[in-house]
């Protein structure tokens, strides 16, 4: 089996089931994700530890005149991506098919497009064609504020498109200089695979403003501080199961790009703007962080919060450390395992005060329902990273890594380690706790809700008991992906230490 | 069974009640729940003590064991496995930890019984004392640490536990971000060791510290400053010690909880336990000694003011424990644990004993409305009469050596160390003093109404039960106080528990009697063998002599408060109108509260505000949103018509080639 098929069989499920009839759209989509789950399952069983390179490669020419391959490969890197993809779409398909939609059939094709494309992003081991799956996975996302968003969807669509395409027009351009410039500076013709761009190191000024393009793109997706101007519209106007994959996955394709394209690609760069990113990210964590403190909507906590994890992750790979980018892949899993519940959380605590997200609407939900007061404590635990969840460990080794390189910008990092706690259990405690707001209607979470949840919540607590399973299957690839950035950044030069050495389990 | 296996199954045993009573919560009826919580951490107990028999059986060279279940997070230079150290400190931490708690949750099985959280009380009262006892017995920082943040996590739900009390949610995250603050300071303390040695294993660290570490090395005094950070915060020393009078927002038996067998010793045990790094950086040790002698003055002058009794045992706890940390920061480290076995038994007993008259109040918690419960609460004032006594350090009751024990140490290392020993000695007379103005106000004088009540065989039942810190009227829904509440002379489970702390809170001290037996330090000794400072014991001579001291600062003490609040009740009111500067002072807590507040929470709420209301609208979306929007406006008419009418199109067209070119390398890669 072939990852062709893993990548290709969301869409061509979300094409079959749009002739299915119309009530049974839904729990077929709902079926179709837990397939490719199943298929994506197959590959995580086959997977060999121990591994740097690319297993499971498909490579053809796609457009020979070009060079641009269509080359698929899993390693360390990609790996728990695609789990995590696979678990939250089946996630959010099955919250979904429990409730009605205007024309579900197109409904469901986009979430399998997007899936998909995600997948595709993912899986991808050629520039062009990562590029092709990065623009691709937007547009489903489009169609589904614009048409099935509620409040300012038309606003929040426009800034969306606005943004993205501006990103995607910087990446575009970086990507195809990326290919002219490598073939031209090492007279060779021309070819996007990543591996072999990785053997046609580019000058450093052509690596300088081509790092620019692609944090441009990716920070704009991410979103980091300052580009994070279609945020609180976007996430707001989106329906539920789209933003808990928009920022469970999504978000987290631009971290990806940063270590397989950006590290592997442009080292110099990446050492040359090292304090740029990590300032960038240490100033997202802050604002993210005093942002969700008093932003007076629970959607919007958690879409700061994400804005402050995603900085931590960043702030991890940038980093140039292998703890750092360690902590930052085990912590894309975990911040998209927790963000999704939250937000489906969001979705029931809304429910159960008259349909508004305000929190001052909230209030004493937790006294006739404990089990999604519980849920929604685990999940917030999680969030703030508390020690003894997956969280903590991915916090753990990105601050470690950071440590290593900036020992001032790991210190006030640790600020947004406190103001999470804050934040998370400020939203816990407004929402659950206290005396009850005049709207709420306090009842347990039904069995709708808890199909979505108790997965994600399972996932959560298993990885919490044992982080070394995403761990150990990351790591060889990734410290190969850091390595020629850190060598340059002077993070090798003791390679008998203890933060070169890599250790591990006997 | 090995050491390591009755060790674990330690931790197993409450962690079941954990999950048996959190799945069954729905479902166990009356007081099984109770029971099962109770049983639970009983069997965790009976393991604790196999494993100080077959601990003792092994030679005193050979009494460190280790064991791991599986690695947790092993990559990158990290080795980080989930592991257990079982040496006899923790074993001694196990014995201390789950013997008091036992007791708690026998007493809470009654105390509780009327509240609709019952079965969810047990589950968070069991998960407390899995995260304590995990704590203890961390293998590796990165275990400690989770043990650690379980505690803070533990605390703040039970805490809060009547969550529709505004002031216990409040007091609940307050516990909980200063417990994280102390979090962030062991992260970053295991940072600064991680850097030099490798490795987060504590037999490893140990091993190392003496090869890496010059004498005083900057990152080694910054690395115990900041594990310092973690125990302030978790021991609730100053400054990071305003969350704990809050924290009496929670049952009596959770503060019991938390002030005796777990949480707060927590910081005690952490630097006895890093005592290798402690000692090879002692300036950061000297600071965490007059750190803690700070806490143990000022906690004790503000307990002499408050009227809440819960508070007023509360700040007595911080004063306490300022008395361990003291001790485990100058080489006392078995007189400082002793201390901490002591004050588990006596402060257990006094929580309990003012959860009874609590009961009797139908809970009016203030001093200023008690009086007169000599008769009608018998049992109780028995109780807390001992625990008075032994927290006063009267002889011969076991606060009377323990104490005793720390300042003889102090005096004897000499120095500046003396001064923090005179500092000991009137902590001591402020003790005798807050406790039995406490005692006298509660038990002597003219019984109020509810005592009157009481020796008339009623229990007084409050109409509509009010918070007596905002005066809002209880949400008695999810059960505060409850429709019933109890007292120990009428629920035997009480009055068991509480019997067996009082024996140990008189007795406990003759496992530690100078130039008589030396229980406790023998005991203790393979742990701190590497130690130099340990072996610096003063003379048993030395010892009774202090022993003498102490005795008769506490006798004095206990005169004065007794002509004060008793002889001439005149002369409070007259010396609080005197000098009612200081009493102002004392009375908000030095101003600490305040202080916080102006210094760390409105700044940041107030930048927060700012970029909410300020940053967010004109700088984000207007300048960078729109500025961007129009730039693109401004591009070509070809943009400007992708973006609006013809975005479907594009769409469109993407979709259509990507799926074909895929659907073409699907056929032909298969």
């Given at each position: 089996?072939?990852l062709?098929?893993?990548?290709?069989l969301?869409?061509?499920i979300?094409l079959?089931?749009?002739?299915?009839p119309?009530?049974?759209?839904?729990r077929?989509?709902?079926?179709?994700s837990?397939?490719t789950?199943?298929?994506?399952i197959?590959?995580?069983?086959?997977?060999?530890?121990?591994?740097?390179?690319?297993q499971?490669?498909?490579?053809?020419?796609w457009i020979?005149?070009?060079?641009?391959?269509?080359?698929l490969g899993?390693?360390?890197l990609n790996?728990?991506l695609?789990?995590?993809t696979?678990?939250l779409?089946s996630a959010?398909?099955?919250?979904?098919s429990f409730?009605?939609?205007?024309?579900?059939?197109?409904?469901?094709?986009?979430f399998?497009?997007?899936?998909?494309?995600?997948?595709g992003?993912?899986?991808?081991?050629?520039?062009?064609?990562?590029?092709?799956?990065?623009d691709l996975?937007?547009i489903?996302?489009?169609?589904?504020?614009?048409?099935w968003g509620?409040?300012?969807?038309?606003?929040?669509?426009t800034k969306?498109v606005?943004?993205t395409?501006?990103?995607?027009?910087f990446?575009?351009?970086a990507?195809?200089?990326?290919?002219?410039?490598a073939s031209?500076?090492?007279?060779?013709?021309?070819n996007?695979?990543?591996?072999?761009l990785?053997?046609?190191?580019l000058s450093?000024t052509?690596?300088?403003?081509?790092?620019?393009?692609?944090?441009?793109?990716?920070l704009?997706?991410?979103?980091?501080?300052p580009?994070h101007?279609?945020?609180?519209?976007g996430?707001k106007s989106?329906?539920?199961?789209a933003?808990?994959?928009?920022?469970g996955?999504i978000a987290k394709?631009?971290a990806?790009?940063?270590?397989?394209?950006?590290l592997p690609l442009?080292?110099?760069?990446?050492?040359?703007f090292?304090t740029?990113?990590?300032l960038i990210?240490?100033?997202?964590i802050?604002?993210?962080?005093?942002?969700a403190?008093?932003?007076?909507?629970?959607?919007l906590?958690?879409?700061y919060?994400?804005?402050?994890q995603?900085?931590f992750?960043?702030?991890?790979i940038?980093s140039?450390?292998?703890?750092?980018?360690?902590?930052a892949?085990?912590?894309?899993v975990?911040?998209?395992?927790v963000t999704?519940p939250?937000?489906?959380?969001?979705?029931?605590?809304?429910a159960?005060?008259?349909?508004?997200e305000?929190?001052?609407?909230m209030g004493g939900i937790?006294f006739?329902?404990?089990?999604?007061?519980s849920?929604f404590?685990i999940v917030?635990?999680?969030?703030?990273a508390?020690?003894g969840?997956?969280?903590f460990?991915?916090?753990f080794f990105?601050?470690?890594g950071?440590?290593?390189?900036k020992?001032?910008i790991a210190?006030?990092?640790?600020?947004?380690?406190?103001?999470?706690a804050?934040?998370?259990?400020?939203v816990?405690i407004?929402?659950?706790?206290?005396?009850?707001?005049p709207t709420?209607?306090?009842r347990?979470?039904?069995?709708?809700?808890l199909?979505g949840l108790?997965?994600?919540?399972g996932v959560?607590?298993?990885?919490a008991f044992y982080?070394q399973?995403?761990l150990?299957?990351?790591q060889?690839?990734?410290?190969?992906?850091i390595?020629?950035a850190?060598?340059l950044?002077?993070g090798?030069?003791?390679?008998?230490?203890?933060f070169t050495?890599?250790?591990t389990?006997p | 069974?090995?050491?390591?296996t009755?060790a674990?199954?330690?931790l197993l045993?409450p962690?079941l009640g954990?999950?048996?009573?959190?799945?069954?919560?729905a479902l166990?009826?009356?007081?099984?729940?109770g029971?099962?919580?109770?049983t639970?951490i009983g069997?965790a107990f009976?393991?604790s003590?196999?494993?100080?028999?077959?601990i003792l059986?092994?030679s005193?060279?050979?009494?460190?064991?280790t064991?791991?279940?599986w690695?947790?997070a092993?990559?990158a230079?990290?080795d980080a496995?989930?592991?257990?150290?079982?040496?006899?400190l923790s074993?001694f931490m196990?014995?201390?930890?789950s013997?008091?708690?036992t007791?708690i949750?026998?007493?809470?099985?009654?105390?509780?019984?009327?509240?609709?959280?019952?079965?969810?009380?047990?589950?968070?009262?069991?998960?407390?004392?899995l995260?304590?006892l995990?704590l203890v017995?961390?293998?590796?920082f990165?275990i400690?640490?989770?043990g650690?943040a379980?505690v803070?996590?533990?605390?703040?739900?039970?805490i809060?536990?009547?969550?529709?009390r505004t002031?216990a949610t409040?007091?609940g995250i307050?516990?909980?971000?200063i417990n994280?603050v102390?979090?962030v300071?062991?992260v970053?303390?295991?940072?600064?060791?991680?850097k030099?040695?490798?490795?987060?294993?504590?037999?490893?660290?140990f091993a190392e510290?003496d090869h890496?570490f010059?004498?005083n090395a900057?990152?080694?005094?910054?690395?115990?400053?900041?594990?310092?950070?973690g125990?302030?915060?978790k021991s609730?020393?100053?400054p990071?010690?305003?969350w704990?009078?809050d924290?009496?927002?929670?049952?009596?038996p959770?503060?019991?909880?938390i002030?005796?067998a777990?949480?707060?010793t927590?910081?005690v045990?952490l630097?006895?336990?890093?005592h290798?790094?402690?000692?090879?950086?002692?300036?950061?040790?000297?600071v965490g000694?007059?750190?803690?002698?700070?806490t143990?003055?000022?906690?004790?002058t503000?307990?002499?003011v408050?009227?809440d009794i819960?508070?007023v045992i509360?700040?007595?706890?911080?004063?306490?424990?300022?008395y361990?940390?003291?001790?485990?920061?100058v080489g006392?480290?078995?007189?400082?644990?002793?201390?901490?076995m002591t004050?588990?038994f006596?402060?257990?007993?006094?929580?309990?004993a003012a959860g009874s008259?609590i009961?009797?109040?139908?809970?009016?918690?203030?001093?200023?409305?008690?009086?007169?419960f000599?008769?009608?609460?018998?049992?109780t004032?028995?109780?807390?009469l001992?625990g008075g006594l032994?927290?006063?350090?009267?002889?011969?009751?076991s606060?009377?050596?323990?104490?005793?024990?720390i300042?003889?140490?102090?005096d004897?290392?000499?120095?500046?160390f003396?001064i923090?020993?005179?500092?000991?000695?009137?902590g001591?007379f402020?003790?005798g003093l807050?406790?039995?103005?406490m005692?006298?106000?509660?038990f002597?004088?003219?019984?109020v109404?509810?005592?009157r009540e009481l020796?008339?065989?009623?229990l007084?039942?409050a109409?509509?039960?009010r918070?007596p810190?905002?005066?809002?009227?209880?949400?008695?829904?999810?059960g505060?106080p409850?429709?019933g509440?109890?007292i120990a002379e009428?629920?035997w489970?009480?009055?068991?528990?509480m019997?067996v702390?009082?024996?140990?809170?008189v007795a406990?001290g003759?496992?530690?009697i100078?130039?008589v037996?030396r229980g406790?330090?023998?005991?203790l000794d393979?742990t701190f063998?590497?130690?130099?400072?340990?072996?610096?014991?003063?003379?048993t001579?030395?010892?009774?002599?202090?022993l003498?001291?102490g005795?008769?600062?506490?006798?004095g003490?206990?005169?004065v408060a007794?002509?004060?609040w008793v002889?001439?009740?005149?002369?409070a009111p007259?010396?609080?109108k005197r000098?009612?500067?200081?009493?102002?002072?004392?009375?908000?807590k030095w101003?600490?509260d305040?202080?916080i507040d102006?210094?760390?929470?409105?700044?940041?709420?107030?930048?927060?505000?700012?970029?909410n209301?300020?940053l967010e609208?004109?700088?984000v979306?207007?300048?960078?949103?729109?500025?961007t929007?129009s730039v693109?406006?401004?591009?070509?008419a070809?943009?400007?018509?992708?973006?609006?009418?013809?975005?479907r199109y594009y769409?469109?067209?993407?979709v259509?080639g990507?799926?074909g070119?895929?659907?073409?390398?699907?056929?032909s890669?298969?």
């Amino acid at each position: 089996m072939t990852l062709s098929i893993l990548i290709w069989l969301p869409l061509a499920i979300a094409l079959i089931i749009s002739q299915v009839p119309r009530p049974w759209v839904g729990r077929a989509a709902a079926i179709g994700s837990l397939v490719t789950l199943g298929v994506a399952i197959s590959f995580l069983a086959r997977f060999k530890l121990g591994h740097a390179g690319l297993q499971f490669v498909t490579d053809r020419v796609w457009i020979s005149a070009l060079g641009i391959h269509y080359k698929l490969g899993l390693d360390g890197l990609n790996i728990a991506l695609i789990m995590l993809t696979t678990i939250l779409f089946s996630a959010a398909l099955i919250w979904a098919s429990f409730r009605e939609w205007d024309r579900p059939r197109v409904f469901y094709f986009h979430f399998g497009l997007a899936e998909s494309s995600v997948l595709g992003a993912f899986c991808a081991q050629d520039l062009a064609l990562f590029i092709a799956f990065f623009d691709l996975m937007l547009i489903p996302f489009y169609f589904l504020i614009g048409m099935w968003g509620s409040g300012e969807r038309v606003r929040a669509t426009t800034k969306l498109v606005v943004y993205t395409l501006v990103g995607s027009f910087f990446m575009l351009a970086a990507a195809i200089a990326t290919g002219v410039l490598a073939s031209d500076q090492h007279n060779t013709s021309l070819n996007f695979a990543l591996s072999a761009l990785a053997h046609l190191p580019l000058s450093r000024t052509s690596q300088e403003w081509i790092f620019l393009c692609f944090a441009v793109a990716f920070l704009v997706k991410m979103p980091l501080v300052p580009f994070h101007g279609w945020l609180a519209d976007g996430y707001k106007s989106m329906p539920i199961p789209a933003v808990a994959v928009f920022s469970g996955v999504i978000a987290k394709v631009a971290a990806y790009g940063f270590l397989r394209v950006v590290l592997p690609l442009f080292p110099y760069a990446s050492v040359h703007f090292q304090t740029l990113m990590l300032l960038i990210a240490l100033v997202s964590i802050l604002y993210g962080t005093s942002m969700a403190f008093t932003t007076p909507d629970a959607r919007l906590v958690v879409a700061y919060s994400s804005v402050a994890q995603l900085a931590f992750i960043t702030l991890g790979i940038f980093s140039l450390r292998p703890q750092g980018g360690q902590g930052a892949l085990l912590q894309m899993v975990n911040h998209g395992l927790v963000t999704a519940p939250l937000f489906f959380i969001v979705a029931a605590l809304a429910a159960r005060c008259g349909g508004s997200e305000a929190l001052r609407d909230m209030g004493g939900i937790a006294f006739r329902a404990p089990v999604l007061a519980s849920l929604f404590m685990i999940v917030a635990l999680a969030t703030l990273a508390m020690p003894g969840s997956a969280n903590f460990i991915g916090e753990f080794f990105i601050l470690l890594g950071v440590f290593r390189a900036k020992l001032a910008i790991a210190i006030i990092a640790f600020i947004g380690v406190v103001g999470a706690a804050y934040y998370a259990l400020r939203v816990f405690i407004s929402a659950m706790h206290n005396r009850v707001g005049p709207t709420v209607g306090s009842r347990e979470i039904g069995f709708l809700d808890l199909s979505g949840l108790v997965p994600l919540v399972g996932v959560v607590l298993v990885l919490a008991f044992y982080p070394q399973f995403i761990l150990k299957r990351t790591q060889p690839s990734l410290q190969a992906a850091i390595a020629p950035a850190q060598a340059l950044s002077g993070g090798g030069a003791n390679p008998t230490g203890p933060f070169t050495a890599s250790r591990t389990s006997p | 069974v090995s050491v390591t296996t009755s060790a674990w199954l330690v931790l197993l045993f409450p962690l079941l009640g954990t999950i048996v009573i959190s799945a069954g919560y729905a479902l166990l009826p009356g007081r099984l729940a109770g029971w099962i919580g109770t049983t639970a951490i009983g069997l965790a107990f009976v393991f604790s003590v196999i494993t100080l028999i077959t601990i003792l059986g092994k030679s005193p060279d050979h009494r460190q064991f280790t064991s791991s279940l599986w690695d947790y997070a092993f990559s990158a230079g990290v080795d980080a496995k989930l592991q257990i150290l079982v040496d006899p400190l923790s074993v001694f931490m196990i014995l201390v930890v789950s013997g008091v708690s036992t007791m708690i949750h026998l007493y809470s099985v009654t105390y509780m019984t009327a509240d609709r959280g019952f079965n969810r009380y047990f589950a968070y009262l069991n998960y407390f004392v899995l995260s304590m006892l995990l704590l203890v017995l961390a293998g590796n920082f990165v275990i400690l640490i989770i043990g650690w943040a379980f505690v803070g996590a533990a605390s703040y739900i039970l805490i809060s536990f009547w969550y529709r009390r505004t002031t216990a949610t409040r007091a609940g995250i307050k516990a909980f971000v200063i417990n994280v603050v102390g979090d962030v300071g062991l992260v970053l303390g295991t940072f600064f060791l991680f850097k030099h040695t490798g490795t987060v294993d504590f037999l490893k660290t140990f091993a190392e510290v003496d090869h890496v570490f010059a004498h005083n090395a900057t990152d080694l005094v910054v690395a115990c400053l900041l594990l310092l950070v973690g125990a302030f915060a978790k021991s609730a020393q100053v400054p990071l010690h305003t969350w704990l009078p809050d924290a009496m927002e929670g049952p009596t038996p959770v503060s019991a909880l938390i002030h005796a067998a777990t949480m707060v010793t927590a910081g005690v045990y952490l630097i006895a336990r890093m005592h290798s790094l402690f000692e090879q950086a002692p300036t950061a040790a000297d600071v965490g000694a007059i750190g803690g002698c700070l806490t143990m003055l000022l906690a004790a002058t503000i307990a002499l003011v408050q009227v809440d009794i819960k508070r007023v045992i509360a700040y007595s706890t911080m004063s306490q424990i300022g008395y361990m940390i003291m001790a485990v920061c100058v080489g006392a480290y078995a007189a400082g644990l002793f201390h901490l076995m002591t004050h588990a038994f006596f402060k257990a007993l006094l929580f309990m004993a003012a959860g009874s008259i609590i009961g009797a109040m139908a809970g009016v918690q203030s001093l200023d409305r008690m009086g007169g419960f000599r008769k009608a609460l018998p049992f109780t004032f028995a109780c807390f009469l001992i625990g008075g006594l032994a927290l006063s350090g009267l002889p011969p009751f076991s606060g009377w050596l323990s104490k005793d024990d720390i300042l003889a140490f102090l005096d004897h290392r000499g120095g500046g160390f003396l001064i923090l020993g005179i500092a000991g000695y009137f902590g001591a007379f402020l003790t005798g003093l807050y406790t039995f103005r406490m005692i006298f106000r509660a038990f002597l004088g003219d019984p109020v109404p509810e005592a009157r009540e009481l020796e008339e065989g009623h229990l007084h039942h409050a109409d509509v039960p009010r918070n007596p810190m905002t005066g809002e009227e209880e949400d008695s829904d999810v059960g505060f106080p409850g429709p019933g509440h109890y007292i120990a002379e009428r629920e035997w489970p009480m009055k068991v528990a509480m019997s067996v702390l009082a024996v140990g809170a008189v007795a406990a001290g003759v496992l530690e009697i100078p130039g008589v037996d030396r229980g406790v330090e023998k005991f203790l000794d393979p742990t701190f063998a590497d130690s130099a400072l340990s072996r610096r014991v003063p003379s048993t001579k030395a010892d009774w002599i202090g022993l003498v001291i102490g005795a008769l600062i506490a006798v004095g003490a206990v005169a004065v408060a007794y002509l004060v609040w008793v002889r001439r009740t005149q002369l409070a009111p007259a010396l609080q109108k005197r000098f009612a500067a200081v009493y102002t002072f004392l009375w908000n807590k030095w101003y600490f509260d305040e202080l916080i507040d102006v210094l760390v929470v409105r700044p940041s709420l107030w930048f927060g505000r700012v970029a909410n209301s300020v940053l967010e609208p004109i700088v984000v979306s207007g300048a960078i949103t729109n500025g961007t929007v129009s730039v693109v406006r401004a591009g070509s008419a070809a943009v400007r018509r992708l973006q609006t009418g013809f975005l479907r199109y594009y769409a469109a067209a993407i979709v259509v080639g990507m799926s074909g070119v895929a659907l073409y390398f699907l056929i032909s890669s298969t």
